[in-house]
């Protein structure tokens, strides 16, 4: 396994990458109400990318082996959706809640987070699912440094996740990321301390919890994307791009309205 060690060069256009994919986040957000299409969200999204970042949307077109080429720029992950929704003319409703996964490349180099949006007034157990999916995401992102393992960020998610009984999906994980969306390491979200690839300085890949108020499994649908959970219980997602530095680390998908760190 060959994981990349990123030059200042690079890291520099990952912190460009890094801030407009945060900056689609914030600029979608108030469109996130009820009665809006995920279709429109997808334009929208696409629009500003295109027009104004003078970026490209990721997901557009993207076909790792196996797959059909995703049909949109961005994914829109709805109640059960895992990950991958395909934005459609879905009307999103009072109580749903929502991930919105944005990948921008810029100058080459890829910038991807996710947050969870809730419609109106989601049930309390939507509310509570959410909020400890970004502790977990946070969890995870505060053990990076030089010299932790692979393995403490997984522990760091499922050893705070399950016993409060959620579960934490197995066939997904976070990744590096660079040049190329999708590269070394596999950063899954399960595992135990001190396994696992050595963080160096300059390593550079996403976290991104999927956790599930019910059970693990999961289920295709029938689009080639679109991952729900095989028990239709609830799930949530929160994904930062992450710089190992030489102290620590530092999240480089960050814009003005971030959420804060909890
Ligand atoms: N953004 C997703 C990730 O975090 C990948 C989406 S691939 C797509 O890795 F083709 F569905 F867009
Ligand atoms: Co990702
Ligand atoms: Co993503």
């Known amino acids: ?30 469109f996130v109400r009820a009665g809006v299409t995920t ?16 970026g490209i949307p990721a997901p557009l077109n993207y076909a790792p082996g196996g797959h059909n080429p995703y049909p949109k720029s961005i994914c829109t992950s709805i109640n059960h959706q895992i990950c991958h929704g395909v934005p459609s003319d879905k009307i999103l409703k009072n109580g749903d809640i929502v991930n919105l996964d944005i990948t ?9 987070s996710s947050r969870m949006f809730m419609i109106g007034e989601p049930s309390i157990q939507a509310k509570r699912l959410c909020e400890v999916t970004y502790q977990s995401l946070w969890r995870a992102i505060r053990v990076v440094k030089p010299g932790a393992y692979l393995g403490d960020i997984g522990h760091a998610i499922q050893g705070y996740v399950e016993p409060l009984g959620y579960s934490v ?4 994980c976070g990744h590096g990321i660079g040049h190329r969306f999708h590269e070394e390491p596999q950063v899954l979200h399960y595992g135990r301390p001190k396994t696992g690839l050595r963080l160096e300085a300059g390593m550079i890949f996403t976290i991104e919890p999927m956790i599930n108020a019910g059970k693990a499994a999961i289920k295709h649908l029938n689009d080639g994307w679109t991952v729900v959970t095989k028990d239709r219980s609830l799930s949530a997602q929160y994904e930062h791009t992450i710089l190992v530095t030489s102290t620590g680390f530092e999240v480089l998908t960050v814009s003005d309205d971030t959420p804060s760190p909890p």
């Open 1 to 30: 396994m060959s994981v990349a060690i990123k030059t200042e060069s690079e890291i520099a256009k990952m912190r460009v990458a890094g801030r407009l994919t945060s900056e689609v986040l914030d600029y979608i957000a108030p």
């Open 104 to 112: 921008v490349i810029k100058d080459g180099y890829h910038g991807d």
């Open 39 to 54: 279709n429109e969200l997808d334009k929208l999204c696409h629009d500003l990318i295109v027009n104004v970042q003078k």
């Open 169 to 172: 999906v197995r066939e997904f």
